[in-house]
Structure formats: C-alpha cells, structure tokens
C-alpha cells in the first residue's frame, strides 16, 4: 500500500514539473512573439551592439583612454535606459496584459499555486532578456576577434560592461515585478520611468563634488606597483648583471653610483646654466636644458657647440625614445665618447647586451613593426595624428632565444609592460617621472625619430647632419656604427619600448622624483575617494565597467582629465605618506642608493570592490523576489 502511495505520489510531482515546463515554454513563446516585445528587443540589440562597435573601434583598438571614459558614461546611461524600458515593457505584458486576458486566472482555476505562476513569469522575463544579452555577447566575442583590440582593455571594458547589463536586468526585473504587482499600469509605468532617469543620471550628478576637486599629477598606485613587481624580480634574478642593478657601495662615505653618475655630467659643467648637484639617482637629476630636445637656436647661433648640441641630442634620444648605443662623433678631447649619462653604471651593460644581440641576430628576428612609431613616444594631443600602439610579446620571444640568460629579467619586462601599455600609451596619467615625449604638428616619421642625425623641433620632427651643416670635423667610423643603431631601432621599434621601460624603472626605483605636495594630494584624493563606499548614487556607474580588470588599471582608466564623470579611485596606497622620507627633500647626498620600496611595505585600501558590491547588490535586492510574489498572491485572491 505504502510503495502504491509513494509511486502515485512521484507521478503527481513528476506531472506537476512537467505543467510547468509546458506553462513555462508557453509563456515564454508568447512573450516571445508579442510585438511590444520583439520590436523592442530589436531596439535594444541593435542600440546595444552599435555602441559597443562604436566604443570599440573609437576607444578600445586605439586604445584612447579619453574617449574610453566617454563611452563609459554614454553605454551606462543608454544601457540603464534601455532595459529599464525593455524589462518594462515584458513586465507590462507578463502582468498586466495576461492579467487582462485571464490567462492567471485560467492557471488558478487549473489548480496552478500563485506562487508558480509568479515564478513562471519572473523566469521568462529573465528569459528573455538572457537571450537578448547573448545575441550581443556573441557578437562581442565575434568583435574582438575581428577588431584584435588589446585583450586587457576589452576584459575591463566589453565584457564587463556585458556582465553589468545581466546584473542590472535581474536587478531591474526583480523592482519592475514589485512595481507592477503593487500598482496599476499606468502608476507603475511613471515610476518606472522615474526609476529609469533616476538610475542612468545620478552617477553623473553624483559626481559633481568630484569634479570640484583636485586630481593627483600622478598614479602613485600603478606607479608603486610597476616598481615593486621590476624591484623584486631583479633582486632575485639569477643573472649577475641583472642582480648587479642593486648592488650599489660606498666608497669614501659616497654611492658608487651617484658619483659615477656625476662624473658622467661633469664635462658639462661649463657648459650648462645649472649647478650639477646629483642628490640621488634620478632622470630629473640630469639638467632639464640637457634632456630636452634640441631647438632650432641650438644649431643657428654663431657660437655653437657641437659636441653639446650632439650630447643633448644623445640623451634626449636615450630619455624620450629608449634609444640607447649613440656615441658622440664630434671630433674633440672636451667630451668622452661613452654612452654618457649611463657611462660605467650596471644598466648600461645590459641595455648594451640587448643591442648588440639585436644587432648581430637581426635575421632571426621578425620585423613586425618595421617603420612605425610607437603610441608610447607622441604626445597624446598630436594633431592630425592616431599613433600605433606596438605590442612587444613576439620581440621578447624571439630575443629571449638569443640571449636565454635574460629570459626571466625580460618576462617581467613584457609583463609590465602589457599590463600598464594602453595607460603608458595613452599619456593619461604620469607613471614615471621621466615623461619627455616627442610631439608634433603632422605625422612623425619613423627615419626621422630613428635617427643618428640631429632631431630638433619647429614645430615638426626634424633631422639634420650637424657634420655636414656646420662644416666640423666627424669621426666616420662612429658615424656609420650609429647609423646601424639607428636603423636597429627603426626595424625593430619594440626595442627601443623595452630599453624606454628598463631605464625608467631602475631610476624610479630609488627615490619618489617628485614634490612631497603631490604625495600629500594624492593622500587626500585618496581620503576623499573612501565616500565611494557609501555613496550608493555612484555605485552603478563604477561598476558598469572594470570588474574583469586590475583595480589599479581600471582606476587609471577613469582618471582621465577629460572624463566627464569623476568616480574617484577604488584603490589606493594605503602608506603612502610612509614613503615621504624618500623624496628629494629628505634624502641625503650620496646616500647608499637602494630601492625604497622593499624598505616598506605597500599596503593598499581599496574604496570600493566592484566585485564584491555586485555580490552585495544581488543580496540585498534578493527580498525583492518574495515582495513581489506576496504583492502578487494578494492580488490573486481578490
């Protein structure tokens, strides 16, 4: 009797699941091919997919951070806009209009439990709105591959912004269902549409202080980072010369390195306008009349000096585009004829090893990217002018073959450097101290950047033979080897990037080159940044994009000076002001040089964790479902 009622029992179940399979699919076919629906889900695809095209082939492939921060605000508003309106538009349709027709009424009189038929239908809305989101996130996937946009700006962009419009369908579907289950159509489709402006707007309100306040000159927090990671793989690389990076002595009470490094700029002494004063090892300790580009007055005065002008243009070159090996062709005893500013310090071995293998192996190597000038070397604000961004993995695999010894030192290089490119690229934000850059008023030319001749502005890249201009005596045999560098770097730009990122590193990696006011702004915008976590009204427009990204990019991202919107940073160095005793003004001349980051330890904060207030969003909004089903059975009874 008993094994009777159990198998009488399972049928039951089993023929109740399969009603509601069949009340589901006819449900969902229905809402399917109601007319509302499918012309609004036509509207919401086609709005959607063009865009993310938009963004895509404007922002994300060029990887123009300014315009990124653009199309944020533009697909946060238009995609809140749109499935509000489209969750509406089911809502209406699955409540009011089946209501209308009976259809609820049909499956209560067939025995159907209220909260069945509320389950049904908030499962077809969710439905629905999965299909429209995946006919756009197939063809995201579709977009990247045709469009071979940077695989980090697309994680942090696209297919976050995809996973936002499936958080925000379920969130809008679950205060729709309550709306509509409390109110008649007509007040329910008002306070939708009030719910619908408030959510797309209030970021962009909300954001109105942030706009008032003071941005930091520069991203401590990705800066910090980038030196940690380089600092920590060095000190423990197995190659001596690479290990020899941070392995500075005192002699006499003096850093090897900073008197080296003085010696280097001493024979300029005269020359030079400033006192050379070497505090500690730094870019912006070489005298900024002798890093800068050469001016057309340097080589039109009548009492030029040669071997300057072509030191000046030596160590521009070396600062601004990573082209390391020029040597000083003037005939003369006044200057050496080393690789100056690095003469004798360990970098300049390495740099030279880089070279010379590039330069003997050259067949080997795949010129990819021959001609071009790389995005990481031209002013952002160029006119007339989109710069190439040049990926350097394939360069690093191959030179990794020819020098196996510099695989791990160069692995962490390529890595660096992919993580922070599109930032670096853009010259949205200042990550290193050393932020020369080439500009010009047309398109540069890569035999005129890459070049052993003079490179001097008015107004556009220019290069001249200082030898044959000014009728002076040239060492021919260095003429030619730096003839060869220069075409070195003109096939294979990629090492030149590589060279840019070494050099920038090492230098930064011993001191904070910069004023203790900014260390003390970006505390304070630091500070100021903590009101993310309670500020509910910016919440969603954070985390429309970025949860698929490294919080220290994503914040670079949105810190654009052009970003119509101010989100602030989610993460941040929490210690910061414990790295004040490493800025000019509290160092000691000729100090032992070491890198200060492994002094202290980096601590971060973070504002806001857009992964975690997704989580929290979903909980919190998860009652919803049961109100809007107790709202639903009440009305079911009347």
């Known amino acids: 009797m008993k094994l009777k009622l159990d198998k009488r029992k399972a049928n039951v179940e089993k023929q109740a699941s399969a009603n509601f399979t069949i009340i589901f699919n006819i449900n969902l076919k229905m809402a399917l091919k109601n007319a509302g629906i499918l012309v609004t889900k036509l509207v919401y695809i086609f709005a ?12 994300i492939k060029p990887q123009d951070v300014d315009s990124l921060a653009t199309f944020k605000l533009i697909f946060y508003i238009f995609s809140t806009i749109l499935t509000v309106f489209y969750t509406m538009v089911i809502t209406i349709y699955l409540l009011k209009k089946q209501w209308s027709d009976g259809i609820h009424s049909i499956e209560s009189r067939a025995g159907f439990k209220p909260w069945k038929s ?52 379920v969130v809008v579907t679950l205060m729709l269902l309550v709306i509509f289950a409390v109110c008649n159509t007509l007040v329910g489709t008002m306070l939708s549409t009030v719910l619908m402006f408030f959510m797309a707007f209030s970021p962009l ?91 057309y007055y340097d080589l039109n005065n009548g009492d030029i000096n040669a071997q300057w002008v072509v030191w000046k243009d030596m160590t521009y070159k070396l600062l601004s585009t990573g082209q390391y090996g020029y040597e000083n062709y003037v005939e003369g005893d006044n200057l050496p004829k080393e690789k100056f500013i690095l003469n004798k310090l360990p970098i300049a071995d390495i740099l030279e090893d880089l070279l010379v293998a590039v330069i003997e192996n050259s067949t080997q190597f795949k010129n990819e990217n021959d001609g071009i000038v790389p995005a990481l070397f031209i002013e952002s604000y160029s006119w007339n002018y989109t710069p190439e961004v040049i990926q350097i993995d394939n360069f690093i695999s191959q030179l990794k073959k020819v020098k196996p010894e510099y695989s791990n030192f160069l692995t962490n290089i390529n890595k660096i450097y992919n993580k922070m490119s599109v930032v670096l690229n853009a010259d949205s934000t200042q990550i290193f101290s050393n932020t020369q850059r080439t500009h010009s008023s047309d398109t540069p030319i890569a035999h005129e950047l890459y070049t052993s001749d003079i490179s001097y502005s008015q107004n556009d890249i220019q290069s001249r033979n200082i030898c044959d201009e000014i009728g002076i005596e040239c060492n021919q045999e260095i003429l030619d080897r730096n003839e060869a560098v220069a075409e070195t770097y003109n096939s294979f730009p990629e090492l ?44 969603f427009g954070v985390m429309s994009t970025g949860i698929f990204a490294n919080p220290l990019i994503n914040d670079s991202f949105n810190s654009s ?46 504002a ?10 979903l909980l919190v909004c998860s009652p919803l479902a049961y109100i809007g089903y107790w709202f639903y059975e009440r009305k079911t009874k009347i």
């Open 608 to 617: 806001f964790i857009i992964p975690l207030a997704y989580f929290v969003y």
């Open 561 to 606: 000076s052009f970003a119509p919107i101010k989100q602030g940073n989610t993460t941040s160095v929490k210690n910061i002001l414990d790295y004040e005793k490493y800025t000019p003004d509290n160092l000691e001349a000729y100090a032992l040089q070491e890198p200060y980051i492994i002094k202290e330890k980096l601590k971060y904060t973070n």
């Open 205 to 295: 309100f909300a954001s109105i202080k942030s706009l008032l306040s003071g941005d930091s000159s520069i991203d401590y927090g990705l800066k910090m980072n980038a030196i940690d990671a380089f600092t920590r793989s060095t000190l423990s690389d197995g190659n001596v010369k690479v290990n020899s990076l941070y392995k500075d002595q005192l002699n006499n009470d003096q850093s090897i390195y900073l008197t080296q490094f003085k010696d280097n700029l001493e024979g300029l002494s005269e020359t030079l306008s400033e006192e050379i004063d070497i505090k500690y090892l730094g870019l912006s300790q070489i005298p900024l009349e002798a890093r800068t580009m050469v001016e």
């Open 496 to 539: 030149s990037i590589i060279n840019y990122l070494i050099i920038n590193l090492w230098f930064d990696s011993f001191a904070l080159d910069s004023e203790i006011d900014t260390l003390y702004q970006y505390y304070n915008n630091s500070q100021a940044a903590k009101d993310l976590t309670t500020d509910v009204f910016k919440h």
């Open 118 to 169: 509320y389950l049904i239908r908030a499962l077809v809305q969710f439905t629905v709105m999965s299909i429209s989101n995946a006919i756009i996130l197939f063809y995201c996937i579709v977009l990247q591959f045709i469009s071979a946009a940077n695989t980090e700006i697309y994680f942090a962009y696209v297919y976050s912004q995809m996973f936002f419009l499936v958080f925000l369908s």
């Open 48 to 59: 959607m997919i063009m865009i993310l095209t938009f963004e895509v082939s404007s922002a």
